[in-house]
């Protein structure tokens, strides 16, 4: 089996790249790559994303054909996709920030700025966080309702349908935190950087 | 609910570390690599790396370490010392940093800030602020500690939240090195003068001092370098006892 790590210069993939590759050991083959070839013959995919949701979303149309062929991976064939951070925010319909950027639309919703109630929260939200798991999602076999994740993000993502959320967190308000649409799962929180229990949501996605 | 971080931080000098634990069982006491993977076995919310390397020919080392300890470490990497610039702020992240602390390099130049940020993301970019007390204010220094800027540490503070900073480290060189607690007098007030987290620094000599540090000093982390040094106190003991003391830690 191979998982292919989408290398298309959405800022720092490197603790992405060490986690996978310390799961995996020998038994999965880690790609990181932006070839579209490698992309559509991989089994599973992985789409990190740093910056602001336009810097990502700017970065995947820069290079031809990438949308499409995401599409046709996830969309089509309905192949197992793994959004991180922006990469799970650029699902949406739209993003708000900087400005008005479309997304990939493959779950109905939109991603704005957390509330701060004033300056009552500080942005970024970063740190470890609980998750309140909603829906048994598969890559949270093992994983016990109310792990600690390690977050850091300003901006939410608010799906149109609620039933693809699979985890919220508590900060300012319910934020969703993890989604699975069928073969889609996306979690707000870094599981690359969130010790023993991220890597175990990994070996869950890994081994789907 | 959010938690807040307890942040073990290695001075690191030509590669070793300069003062580390001293437990027995440590085949190398002064290797980053290892040190570092007790503290984040240890429970440490993230590692710090502040790399002292004085001379130019050995700056590369710290390349080295950072790569071997992301392959070794799953919680979040932060190094500083000696970033001059969004190149090198680059080197760090690929080699496996997940955040650069950038301190005398801002003072001089905020656009290195804006730029790193706007290429990387505020995610990644901590602004280190090491000041110091001047009458009623606060004034920010450079050059660990040498050369004083005269500029005024809060409003600096809110400059670099506006030039794309995503977290402060705040360290007050009066108290840092005497082990008498945190300035959290300069901590509160520049957490509240800004909206960005702030990570307290500097004097911490028990774990009196972290709780001081979030309760008096309004600080989302504390670092702390020397009480987990020797073996003081355990980042275990740490989270043990701030827990007991009604602060939400990650257990």
């Known amino acids: 089996m191979n998982v292919t790590i989408v290398d298309y210069n959405s800022g720092n993939i490197s603790s992405v790249i060490n986690s996978f590759k310390e799961v995996a050991k020998d038994r999965v083959t880690i790609e990181v790559t932006s070839d579209l070839n490698k992309i559509k013959s991989s089994d599973k995919v992985v789409l990190p994303g740093q910056g602001s949701f336009k810097s990502c979303v700017d970065a995947l149309n820069k290079i031809k054909g990438l949308t499409e062929t995401l599409n046709e991976f996830a969309i089509t064939h309905k192949k197992p996709l793994l959004g991180i951070c922006v990469g799970l925010q650029m699902f949406a319909d739209v993003g708000y920030e900087e400005t008005e950027t479309k997304g990939l639309r493959w779950i109905s919703g939109k991603v704005s700025k957390i509330d701060n109630q004033n300056g009552k929260y500080k942005l970024p939200h970063i740190g470890w966080n609980q998750i309140n798991i909603v829906k048994d999602s598969k890559i949270f076999k093992d994983v016990e309702n109310n792990s600690h994740m390690y977050f850091v993000h300003s901006y939410e993502f608010i799906p149109e349908d609620k039933s693809v959320i699979s985890a919220t967190t508590d900060y300012s308000s319910n934020i969703v935190c993890s989604v699975e649409k069928e073969n889609i799962f996306g979690t707000q929180f870094h599981p690359e950087k969130s010790d023993r229990i991220g890597l175990k949501i990994i070996d869950n996605f890994i081994n789907l | ?251």
């Open chain 2, 1 to 251: 609910m959010l938690k807040n971080r307890i942040i073990p931080c290695l001075d690191v000098k030509n590669g070793r570390v300069v003062k580390g634990i001293n437990f027995v069982d440590l085949k190398d006491a002064g290797d980053p690599v290892e040190q570092a993977k007790i503290y984040s076995d240890g429970g440490a919310d993230e590692i710090c790396f502040l790399d002292i390397t004085a001379s130019n020919e050995n700056r590369d080392i710290i390349y080295d370490v950072v790569e071997k300890t992301s392959r070794k470490c799953f919680v979040p990497l932060t190094v500083g010392g000696g970033i001059r610039s969004v190149d090198d702020i680059n080197k760090l992240l690929n080699f496996g940093a997940d955040k650069v602390s950038i301190n005398t390099a801002a003072v001089e130049n905020s656009k290195v800030v804006e730029d790193s940020s706007k290429k990387f993301g505020s995610q990644c970019i901590v602004v280190a602020i090491d000041a110091k007390k001047n009458g009623e204010k606060w004034e920010v220094f450079t050059h660990g500690g040498r050369n004083n800027s005269g500029i005024d540490a809060l409003e600096y503070a809110r400059q670099m939240e506006e030039n794309g900073a995503g977290e402060l480290l705040v360290t007050s060189m009066d108290r840092d090195g005497t082990q008498v607690g945190y300035d959290n007098d300069l901590m509160s007030k520049i957490s509240s003068k800004v909206n960005i987290p702030v990570i307290a620094s500097g004097g911490v000599g028990n774990l009196d001092h972290l709780v001081d540090g979030i309760k008096l000093g309004k600080a989302s982390a504390v670092l702390a370098a020397s009480i987990f040094h020797y073996g003081k106190h355990s980042v275990k003991e740490a989270k043990e006892y701030l827990d007991s003391k009604g602060i939400p830690v990650r257990i």
